[in-house]
């Protein structure tokens, strides 16, 4: 079946720190991958997404790369704000699938 | 504004009690989740529904039922036989594409507190 698995947080970076986030997935076929991002107390806000090998998704200054070869989908971005404080969750919508796999989430706390 | 609305956003009973989480949408998207998330944990799925008066289980269903008798509509009732219904509930949707569906919006969640 589906599967992604995250790296374990809680993820601690000082403000203006790159950020690398690792995601991969295990699926048949070629799924759509997501990441999303929840705030304490609230839903989940998607991210971004990719939907073939090779694409970039990106938004708000973070990317991530669908990896086909490796089976991946880190998130990244480059300087790191207090406001990016939230867990971070990768996803995927496997081919005839018709709901989300989601994996457990992972907590990224920024300091000033 | 086009949105999913959860309600209420906390939400306590005693143990034995049923209870209805509702989920309503306005953006005319075909498929409705209902997700639970515990505690450090993954989102894990509940029910889901593709179409008006039909729904299937999804990986964690005992104890829980639902039903989708309007497009907007997929309210969830945790009954009795839910053995630790304490958790995070988070309702969603997906518009289809071409017979596909893509990502998913999420309402803000409903706290279900089991005492």
């Known amino acids: 079946g589906n599967s992604v698995t995250q790296m374990e947080g809680p993820v601690t970076l000082s403000e203006e720190a790159f950020l690398t986030i690792n995601c991969t997935y295990t699926?048949?076929?070629?799924?759509?991958l997501f990441w999303y991002v929840q705030y304490p107390g609230e839903g989940l806000q998607l991210l971004l997404k990719?939907?073939?090998?090779?694409d970039k998704g990106s938004n708000k200054g973070f990317e991530a790369t669908y990896r086909k070869e490796t089976t991946s989908f880190h998130l990244e971005k480059g300087s790191v704000q207090v406001s990016d404080s939230a867990v971070y969750f990768c996803?995927?919508?496997?081919?005839?699938?018709?709901?989300?796999?989601f994996g457990s989430g992972t907590r990224l706390q920024v300091q000033p | 504004d086009g949105g999913i609305t959860q309600s209420p956003k906390y939400l306590f009973r005693k143990e034995g009690q049923n209870v209805t989480l509702s989920c309503e949408q306005n953006?005319?998207?075909?498929?409705m989740y209902w997700y639970r998330q515990d505690p450090g944990q993954g989102l894990r799925l509940i029910y889901y529904s593709q179409i008006v008066n039909d729904f299937q289980k999804g990986d964690i269903a005992e104890g829980y039922s639902v039903s989708r008798e309007k497009k907007e509509s997929f309210p969830l009732t945790v009954t009795s036989a839910q053995k630790n219904p304490t958790a995070f509930y988070l309702c969603?949707?997906?518009?289809?594409?071409?017979?596909?569906?893509?990502?998913?919006?999420f309402g803000q969640g409903t706290r279900l507190t089991v005492v």
């Open positions: 699926a048949t076929g070629y799924p759509s």
């Open positions: 953006l005319n998207h075909d498929a």
């Open positions: 969603a949707s997906s518009p289809s594409q071409q017979g596909a569906w893509t990502e998913a919006f």
């Open positions: 996803a995927l919508r496997g081919a005839g699938r018709r709901a989300l796999t």
């Open positions: 990719a939907t073939k090998a090779d």
